[in-house]
């Protein structure tokens, strides 16, 4: 598959025939079940000229359906673009097909998808990750040039890895989330999927910006990255060694191959330890389920989406809910509402606020010593189907992407080797706040290093 750097420089007539080779090419892997159209059988969205860009299923394109992949949003019609897709049209490139995602992107498998399952396209047996597992196996497997995910705790990261492309998270309120469906705002962000840093960067400069309609969204000028992508700069890389040496054997050793070699390479390597493992789990499914718990509570039968049979208007509310939401959305929700309740509001949520400024800090701390930090994606390779089905499992095997959100910080996951499987493994590198041209220009030279050019 073309690069996105090579696709923008094509034609209108090359690139209607890209356009009709994916496509084809998304008919024959259709088992994937990386786009939700394949899965429901209707037609990828076509309509717009221009280089085709995958979309993950919580982001709206103006009169498309669009449903966080769930069963209460079926039907909803997308009334505006998303400033994304505004910006990605005014750029040449336009949205092309809905990519499959855990519902209302919770989850790390995209297993909870009312659409069914994504598979891995390095290995089928396997989860693709999540919750953009849609977007990063339509990567991954070539049915799509680049896509777009989001990142509340790992979401664009940790499918990347998972499938072997690269996963960019740009620091909170870089990227406006006018049009994305919320999960939980204080941590949710928009970014790139691609299949090379110097491709994450050219879609990171497209859709970063200020917009006025997020009130969350940075004022500050976006200035581009991938025209200065550098390689050669020197940086000092903090590696989290109580991260690194607590993944799998295999994560392990993938990693420290990659330190050594960012090490001859010129960069100064220092060791630091994380004492907020203990806590970021904790806090993180504190706050994004009550964020979510809030943010849901608009979908109610009344203004979007699919409305229950019911007789009046407390079991309009309670069918649509019951049947509308998946089990995972709805335990999201009790906690969140549980913790938000007056009585345990001092005891879990302001804690988990407390916890949250403690985690921000230490990621400072070590980021006014170190230029990047390096740490695993995930405790392990790609999981097989239903090994993560116990809940807790689940939230645990986050702990090295969500602290990044919390801290609000941009963070890059770049294949560093396979396993004896042919599973990927990836390094994440995390810059400080605003600083994308540092964690772009690390990736690039860990890029190079590992494909020894
Ligand atoms: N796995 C995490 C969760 O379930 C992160 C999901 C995300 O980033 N959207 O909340």
Redesign the pocket.
């Known amino acids: 598959m073309i690069s996105l750097k090579e696709a923008m420089k094509l034609s209108e007539s090359e690139l209607v025939a890209l356009r009709k080779d994916l496509k084809d090419k998304i008919k024959q892997t259709k088992e994937l079940g990386a786009y939700i159209e394949q899965l429901t059988n209707s037609e990828i969205c076509d309509e717009f000229a221009g280089v085709p860009i995958a979309i993950k299923d919580n982001i709206q394109v103006k009169n498309q359906s669009v449903t966080s992949c769930s069963k209460i949003l079926q039907g909803y019609i997308a009334p505006y673009n998303a400033t994304v897709i505004n910006k990605l049209l005014s750029a040449g490139l336009a949205p092309f097909g809905r990519t499959n995602m855990?519902e209302f992107?919770?989850?790390?498998t995209t297993e909870s998808s009312y659409y069914g399952k994504t598979l891995n396209p390095l290995d089928h047996s396997r989860v693709p990750g999540?919750?953009?597992g849609g977007s990063a196996a339509a990567v991954a497997a070539g049915i799509a040039v680049a896509a777009l995910g989001?990142?509340?705790?790992?979401?664009?990261r940790?499918p990347a890895a998972f499938c072997g492309c690269v996963g960019f998270k740009p620091t909170y309120g870089r990227v406006s989330r006018f049009g994305l469906g919320a999960?939980?705002s204080s941590?949710?962000q928009i970014g790139p999927i691609t299949r090379s840093v110097e491709d994450a960067a050219i879609l990171y400069d497209i859709i970063a910006g200020h917009d006025p309609k997020d009130s969350t969204s940075a004022n500050l000028e976006a200035i581009s990255t991938s025209d200065k992508l550098n390689s050669d700069r020197k940086m000092t890389i903090a590696v989290i060694k109580n991260y690194v040496d607590g993944a799998s054997e295999d994560v392990k050793k993938s990693l420290n191959m990659a330190i050594d070699k960012l090490k001859s390479a010129g960069h100064n390597i220092i060791y630091k330890d994380f004492s907020n493992s203990k806590y970021a789990i904790a806090a993180?499914?504190i706050i994004?389920t009550a964020e979510a718990s809030t943010n849901l509570s608009r979908y109610d039968g009344v203004r979007y989406g699919r409305r229950a049979a019911c007789t009046n208007l407390g079991s309009m509310y309670a069918n649509t809910r019951g049947e509308g939401f998946g089990a995972?959305v709805q335990r999201?929700m009790l906690l969140g509402t549980f913790v938000l309740s007056s009585g345990y509001y001092d005891a879990y949520y302001i804690k988990a606020q407390k916890a949250r400024a403690f985690i921000k800090k230490e990621y400072e701390e070590i980021l006014s010593e170190a230029d990047i930090i390096l740490m695993p994606v995930a405790p392990s390779v790609a999981y097989k189907f239903g090994e993560l089905s116990n809940p807790l499992d689940?939230?645990l095997?986050?702990i090295y992407?969500?602290g990044v959100?919390l801290a609000g910080l941009p963070a890059i996951t770049v294949p560093v080797a396979k396993d004896a499987n042919g599973l990927n493994i990836s390094a994440q590198l995390i810059g400080g706040a605003y600083k994308e041209q540092n964690v772009l220009d690390a990736a690039y030279s860990l890029e190079k290093l590992i494909k020894g050019n």
């Open positions: 855990d992107a919770m989850g790390s999540g919750s953009s989001s990142d509340t705790g790992g979401s664009i940790q999960y939980s941590l949710d993180y499914y994004a995972e999201r689940a939230y095997s986050d992407t969500i959100n």
